[in-house]
Nanobody
């Protein structure tokens, strides 16, 4: 199992930006597919963005054009740049690392979008 530590959450006004970071404790970070999920109160956890080991990216329709996922393999870190934030983006955001049977999760970071 990989240890994942997220950071960067907080309170932001609608239209604002935040950048989430997730750092992994592994020497083979580059082979992992990385994902960001989120879970709002009373709702199921949903996939927000995915980046493969090769750098291919995919996004949920609700965040396309506003969020950008990226990775820095030298720093064992995946990022989620969130722009034009909306109140409906409020959720706990979780980082996920997946490689074959290894499926690891971070503890989550709270993002609140409110005026």
């Amino acid at each position: 199992q990989v240890q994942l530590v997220e950071s960067g959450g907080g309170l932001v006004q609608p239209g604002g930006s935040l950048r989430l970071s997730c750092t992994a404790s592994t020497t083979i970070f580059s082979v992992y597919a990385m994902r960001w999920y989120r879970q709002a109160p009373g709702k199921q956890r949903e996939l927000v963005a995915h980046i493969s080991s090769g750098g291919s990216v995919n996004y949920a329709d609700s965040v396309k054009g506003r969020f950008t996922i990226s990775r820095d393999n030298a720093k064992n870190t995946v990022y989620l740049q969130m722009n034009s934030l909306k109140p409906e983006d409020t959720a706990v955001y979780y980082c996920n690392a997946r490689y074959y049977v290894d499926d690891s999760w971070g503890q989550g970071t709270q993002v609140t979008v409110s005026s």
